[in-house]
């Protein structure tokens, strides 16, 4: 419970740094809800225009982009500072969070922690315009909504997962902004569309080695299509925390390769 | 209290390479340089000593401190500190230290520096009663009142040093690590750190490793001395039996009223000292002190005319290390 | 020669980092094969206008690896300049402020387009099959056409980096500029798609002369014709440059910088 305390604390302590700055902060949130909203809009006019992608409604598509929108969101809120990790290692910033009596981990998440305030409305938006008109069309029922926050939860770990263990090679390669174009970025685009547009190479890519097929396109066959079953969702949910689990371990043991700026 | 046993740290560097497809080749090769940044250090360290621990840049210092409190894991060796090792147990060592590192600042920098301290204090999970008695006393001692309302930022650096040290004594730790905590201060803020560390130890009975470049430091506080180079320590004693040692290597600038008249390398060839310059009017020579006196220098320089003016020059610290082989 | 000098300069320094470089190309041509893959993805069995499936595929393709010649750096840098204060003195450079940041900026432009769009264009030649200009002309006008563009790209960036004398911070700024460039420029749609509105704001822009322009150059859709419209725009942008810098000039006069 107290480090639950101490994450609140000191993200506090982050966002009250960043208020310092009040115009920048507004101007900031409010140019990232528009940066976030033409991307949004960009793709929602190709898929409408062409009503629809590889058999899934424009609706469906909308849902999993929504998801992803959400996850990403999430992601962000908790561990925004492991995208950025690159200058923790290379200008030796780690050193002042080893100082700390707490797992690093939880320093590292709580720096410049950011609301991410425009990708949630953005994402919240078109996730009730989405699910309700599948409910209304008798294509998904209320129980919908649960599933998708279980969607939101299980995708946001592994997100983080696969975030972290990106981070970590780091500890080996020092450089990882490169790598983490790849495993963040290209990834996480890719799961905004339905896996099925994908040549076999990358759709078994993005279940195995790089699994954030996990994340949206997987659980969401279940939840807006009626495919699989229920059992995906708890199946997702594992694979989830194993993957967690795996990279917490995988952190620890980078910690111990950590060089700081020594040279 | 600590103990560094045998402790060696190898760093391991990729080798980039040069020439045609280099970027592919050094992506792919698997060939390292290996960088020996500490090589088999040991020491022990009781309570309440001051010790100093200095050496050239490079040499392994800040290495070897980021080791004693559990940043770095030692590639060989092992660190002992209160029973507990700082790799094993770090969270639970971490509480026992206090860390400064001149260069860089714990505290929040946007942020008032009251906030700073509230916010550590929930870190280090205090009591509210024990946390306002410490503030109470660290405030009082490095005369923090006015600055508590003020964003760190905007602190002068021998203000942000008062601060960033009351950060490091909060949780009131048994050992204290200092990392440069006079580099780049002015001579009165130098002065001012040094009583505060001074009370540290003596009143406070703060076990103190402190690194520095600056001598004065070394001489004003410390009750022993380790000196490392190319990541070996090569003296580990107290500061007389250095001084001892090294004896106090000296340069003097000595100028004349008049240019000096050609003959004075032979006069001055059997002396105590010796000559390494001459530009003018100006002679330079070098000597120590240990084996003889300034004063016995100006008295022999006089016979070569009047002397105007007298500059000596602090010895420089590479000198100092070739000297202790 | 200065001009050429200072190019050259952050063109050798953009060299030192290859193995990073390597990387960043690799994702840029996976995620650029994620936009193509959404193409195929709707269009199965869709006419789509004068382009075709195969069309299309290229015409993606093109744009990502396009986006490296008009991808100028933040504000130019601009914004650093702005929050250390150093920017008195680079205003004090010997040549106008504006010739000396498009000069900078060019050398990381050769840079990228030796290093990473034409790179990008023949592994997705190689193994898309994209569509090659027929005539041996067309690669000059597509080349003239990126030129073109590359230079629109820096004046927004320029604009974009003289924003921070108000704002002290561009970089959310840039975002929605490169938002604005994948809804606007024909990026991901080509401009004759968007709705109706759109279409009119995107044709009121410079923004379709920055990848809609080139790409339907090189795709021998359109005739080098369609450069006016991109020289219209520098020379406009031009204009603006030159007008911001004089405002901005004062600012810093005034505020005794």
């Known amino acids: 419970m107290s480090w639950i305390h101490i994450y609140f604390r000191l993200a506090g302590a982050s966002l009250r740094s960043q208020m310092q700055y009040k115009f920048n902060f507004i101007l900031s949130t409010l140019l990232v809800f528009l940066m976030f909203g033409l991307e949004l809009m960009t793709v929602s006019i190709i898929i409408y225009k062409f009503n629809g992608i590889k058999g899934w409604s424009v609706y469906e598509a909308g849902y999993l982009f929504a998801i992803m929108m959400f996850v990403r969101a999430f992601y962000r809120i908790i561990a925004g500072e492991i995208n950025g990790f690159e200058k923790y290692l290379v200008q030796g910033m780690l050193d002042q969070l080893l100082l700390r009596p707490m797992p690093v981990l939880l320093v590292l998440v709580t720096r410049n922690f950011r609301p991410m305030a425009g990708e949630l409305v953005l994402g919240t938006t078109t996730m009730s315009i989405c699910l309700s008109y599948l409910i209304e069309n008798k294509q998904a029922t209320l129980w919908a909504i649960p599933c998708s926050l279980a969607v939101i939860v299980s995708g946001t770990i592994i997100t983080l997962a696969i975030g972290l263990a990106t981070a970590t090679v780091g500890f080996w390669t020092h450089r990882i902004d490169e790598l983490q174009r790849i495993t963040d970025n290209a990834a996480s685009i890719a799961s905004q569309y339905p896996l099925s547009i994908y040549p076999k190479w990358m759709r078994i890519t993005l279940l195995t080695v790089l699994p954030m097929g996990f994340t949206s396109y997987m659980p969401s066959l279940y939840v807006i299509r009626g495919e699989l079953g229920l059992w995906i969702l708890p199946a997702t949910m594992l694979l989830a925390v194993a993957l967690l689990l795996g990279a917490l371990s995988f952190w620890k043991l980078g910690l111990r390769h950590y060089q700081s700026t020594g040279t | 209290m600590i103990i560094a046993h045998r402790l060696n740290k190898t760093f391991r560097l990729p080798i980039v390479m040069e020439g045609r497809f280099s970027a592919v080749r050094t992506l792919l090769s698997r060939e390292y340089r290996d960088v020996e940044a500490v090589n088999d250090i040991s020491f022990e360290i009781s309570k309440g000593e001051f010790v100093g621990y200095i050496g050239p840049n490079g040499a392994g210092k800040s290495t070897t401190i980021k080791m004693l409190c559990g940043i770095l894991h030692p590639t060989s060796g092992e660190v002992t500190i209160n029973g507990c090792s700082p790799q094993k147990q770090r969270q639970q060592v971490v509480r026992q230290l206090g860390v400064v590192f001149g260069q860089r600042t714990q505290l929040w920098w946007d942020l008032p520096l009251k906030d700073s301290f509230d916010i550590l204090a929930s870190l280090y999970k205090l009591e509210q009663q024990f946390f306002k008695n410490q503030l109470g006393v660290l405030t009082e001692i490095l005369q923090l009142q006015e600055l508590m309302g003020i964003p760190v930022r905007k602190l002068s650096l021998g203000q942000r040093m008062r601060a960033d040290l009351a950060a490091s004594l909060l949780h009131d730790p048994d050992i204290l690590f200092l990392d440069e905590p006079t580099i780049g201060l002015d001579v009165a803020a130098k002065k001012q750190i040094r009583d505060y560390l001074k009370q540290m130890n003596s009143q406070w009975n703060k076990t103190i490793l402190l690194t520095t470049h600056d001598m004065d430091d070394i001489e004003q506080l410390c009750s022993r001395v380790i000196v490392i180079n190319h990541g070996a320590a090569i003296y580990d004693g107290d500061l007389e039996t250095l001084r001892g040692r090294i004896g106090l290597p000296t340069v003097m600038k000595i100028k004349f009223r008049e240019a000096v008249s050609p003959g004075y390398e032979d006069f001055l060839s059997a002396s105590t000292f010796q000559v390494i310059g001459c530009q003018d009017r100006v002679i330079t020579v070098a000597c120590n002190r240990k084996e003889t006196t300034a004063m016995e220098v100006l008295n022999r320089m006089s016979k070569l005319g009047t002397i105007e003016d007298i500059h000596l020059e602090e010895p420089n610290f590479e000198d100092i290390i070739h000297r202790i082989y | ?257």
Not at chain 3, 102 to 123: H, K
Not at chain 3, 140 to 165: D, N, Q, R, S
């Open chain 3, 1 to 257: 020669m200065f001009s050429l000098t200072l190019a050259r300069k952050s063109y050798a320094r953009n060299l030192q980092y290859r193995s990073a470089h390597l990387m960043r190309t690799f994702a840029s041509v996976i995620i650029g094969y994620i936009y193509i893959a959404v193409w195929m993805g709707v269009s199965e069995g869709q006419a789509l206008g004068d382009y075709g499936m195969h069309g299309i595929i290229s015409y993606i393709a093109f744009n990502q690896a396009c986006l490296w010649v008009i991808m100028a750096t933040n504000g130019l840098g601009i914004e650093e300049w702005v929050r250390t204060g150093q920017i008195s003195h680079e205003l004090m450079k010997p040549m106008h402020f504006f010739w000396y940041m498009q000069n900078r900026e060019w050398g990381q432009t050769w840079y990228q387009l030796l290093y990473s769009t034409i790179p990008i264009l023949l592994i997705y030649i190689v193994v898309l099959k994209i569509r090659m200009p027929e005539h041996p002309i067309t690669w000059l006008w597509t080349l003239i056409a990126m030129l073109l563009a590359a230079y629109i790209a820096i004046c927004i960036a320029y604009l974009i980096g003289i924003a921070a004398f108000w704002t002290t911070e561009s970089r959310w700024l840039n975002g929605v500029h490169m938002g604005l460039n994948m809804l606007l420029s024909g990026f991901f749609i080509p401009v004759e798609w968007l709705p109706g509105w759109l279409k009119t704001i995107s044709a009121l822009s410079p923004y379709p002369s920055l990848q809609y322009v080139p790409s339907r150059i090189y795709l021998e859709l359109d005739s080098f014709n369609a450069l006016k419209l991109s020289l219209f725009w520098c020379l406009l942008l031009t204009i603006c440059c030159f007008a911001i810098t004089r405002t901005v000039r004062r600012k810093v006069e005034v505020q005794g910088g």
